[in-house]
């Protein structure tokens, strides 16, 4: 068993980035996030390992540090919260055209514009159906506790290397703030330059006279083969909802009523589900725990053996969307939320099942 | 066994490293635990609470609305938090600086004069862990060779040398306590 500690969420992002082998963290402080960075500057994991630690001067300028650092193969990472992630957009657009390996990690906050320091949901639809331009996606993992906020982002850069993409990690204020135990994997040492090169042969670490130039870019003016750029990454979208989708159900065997419910929210409806059971209420819990790939069969073969979904979330309704269209129209499906920096209580969710799905009100 | 406690107080009163030593000394004896501050405006304002939770199972939501124990250290705490006690619940606070002590008749009401002790004993930097003491008289769900531990984790390690100090400041703290309303 790894190392056990209490910690919180950001803290474990920035220990499990050093454990993972990262190469280089940019980024640049913003409430609630700003630990992420602070652990990385007070842990010097340039002397632990040797990764770079580096404050850019800005959002824009961490996500086109992570362009750079990418390109040559190495494991990049940046974390920001949700109006710093905006100024990301761009750049992560690029790195998915440029099929490049990173992590990024959303600390949400509520919104929009520069909202409030207090957690959110609200950066689901960003996240998950590509804030930038063009038809790209990222693998989205919504962690639930300050476990997965560690095990993410080791999950995390294996995907990304594996896929040649961005990948996400959603998380909110609440997760990054709160301090749970968590069992730290050990220290994965960082890969020597020779196995950059034999793990990524597409990246740009000097020619060898034996290739031609790897070109990182995300442009081709031609029409036809700016076309098979997409149909590529298409085929990749679709291997990873055949292959990456991750879940977790919990009581949904004798369930007669569904929450479906990701990261914090799903921690609040499992609390309300145990408050709904003991007024006899039987109710599941669905938690999705990769946004993209939406776990859509599955969320639909549960949410079809029961008589109403209630789904809950920090947001004006957005995974809502994913879930009617997994589950079709032959069951009830609600929404409850809350925003702008507010968390439901467990019974205001057991209330809101109670009076929109179970009482028929909406 | 599940333990829902929300501990608030003046920023600087040491209210989040409080519930963190609690938290830690939770973790070293196997249990379960949340620590969930409030980072926001109030704390801004110079107000600060943390949530924290002790468990033998896995928790579920790490923020509620309703606790089995409050522990009160101002008087904007009291306003707060003296509703969300549960009934038959436990409310534990510093009279010191509060103009309007707790009137609830359904919850264990204690005062502790943790901040007029320690500022007579010049202790005023480990006045939490008198408090803290306090709250473990009533409610021993970590044991003393964990608080320890959680002293040890939680601390700086420059720090270490003033454990005794802090675990004194414990015992103290359980002499000090003095029931004022009990439920029946």
């Known amino acids: ?362 | 066994m599940t333990e829902e406690i929300i501990i608030a107080g003046f920023g600087g009163q040491g209210v989040l490293s409080m519930g963190k030593i609690l938290a830690y000394s939770g973790v070293m004896q196997n249990k379960e635990v949340s620590w969930m501050p409030s980072y926001g405006p109030e704390m801004r304002g110079g107000t600060a609470n943390v949530t924290v939770i002790i468990s033998d199972e896995r928790i579920s939501s790490p923020i509620v609305n309703a606790y089995d124990t409050a522990i009160i250290l101002n008087q904007q705490s009291m306003d707060k938090f003296e509703k969300t006690v549960k009934p038959g619940g436990l409310l534990i606070y510093d009279p010191n600086g509060l103009t309007r002590l707790p009137e609830r008749k359904d919850i264990n009401i204690y005062a502790i004069e943790a901040a007029d002790e320690a500022g007579k004993r010049g202790l005023a930097k480990i006045f939490n862990m008198i408090v803290l003491g306090g709250f473990l008289k009533l409610k021993p769900l970590v044991a003393p060779e964990y608080i320890h531990k959680g002293l040890e984790k939680s601390l700086p390690a420059r720090h270490h040398a003033l454990i005794p100090e802090n675990e004194k400041a414990i015992e103290l703290g359980k002499e000090l306590l003095q029931a004022i309303h009990l439920v029946n």
């Open chain 1, 1 to 362: 068993m790894g190392e056990l500690r209490l910690m919180k969420g950001n803290e474990a992002v920035a220990e499990a980035a050093i454990r993972a082998g990262c190469d280089g963290y940019f980024g640049y402080p913003i409430t609630p996030q700003s630990e992420v960075m602070e652990y990385l500057m007070a842990e010097k994991p340039y002397e632990r390992t040797g990764m770079v630690v580096l404050q850019a001067e800005s959002e824009t300028a961490s996500i086109n540090m992570l362009y750079g650092g990418a390109g040559t193969g190495k494991m990049v990472m940046t974390s920001s919260s949700s109006p710093g992630i905006s100024l990301m957009q761009e750049g992560i657009s690029y790195m998915a055209g440029a099929e490049l390996p990173a992590v990024i990690v959303n600390i949400t906050r509520g919104g929009p514009g520069l909202g409030t320091i207090q957690p959110s949901q609200a950066d689901y639809f960003q996240a998950v159906k590509g804030g930038g331009h063009g038809d790209y996606k990222m693998l989205v993992l919504a962690p639930s506790s300050v476990q997965e906020m560690c095990d993410h982002v080791k999950l995390a850069f294996d995907k990304a290397f594996e896929y040649r993409t961005p990948v996400m990690i959603l998380s909110d204020g609440a997760i990054g703030q709160m301090m749970e135990k968590v069992v730290l994997f050990d220290q994965i040492p960082r890969r020597t330059d020779e196995e950059v090169i034999k793990q990524c042969p597409w990246a740009s670490t000097g020619r060898p006279k034996t290739r031609n130039h790897n070109i990182i870019t995300s442009l081709d003016l031609d029409p036809a083969g700016q076309e098979r750029v997409n149909l590529k990454l298409q085929a990749k979208y679709k291997l990873m909802e055949k292959n990456e989708v991750l879940y977790e159900e919990i009581q949904c065997e004798d369930a007669d009523y569904l929450f479906v419910a990701f990261g914090l929210s799903a921690r609040i409806c499992q609390k309300a589900l145990d408050l709904a059971r003991a007024k006899g209420i039987k109710v599941g819990l669905f938690r999705p725990i990769t946004l993209f790939p939406f776990p859509a069969i599955e969320v639909s073969n549960v949410g079809n053996r029961v008589k109403g979904i209630l789904v809950v979330e920090m947001n004006a309704g957005q995974m809502i969307e994913d879930v009617k269209l997994s589950v079709g129209c032959k069951v009830k499906i609600e929404h409850y939320g809350r925003f702008g920096g507010i968390i439901p209580s467990p019974d205001e969710v057991v209330n809101a099942l109670e009076q929109q799905i179970i009482g028929g009100k909406s």
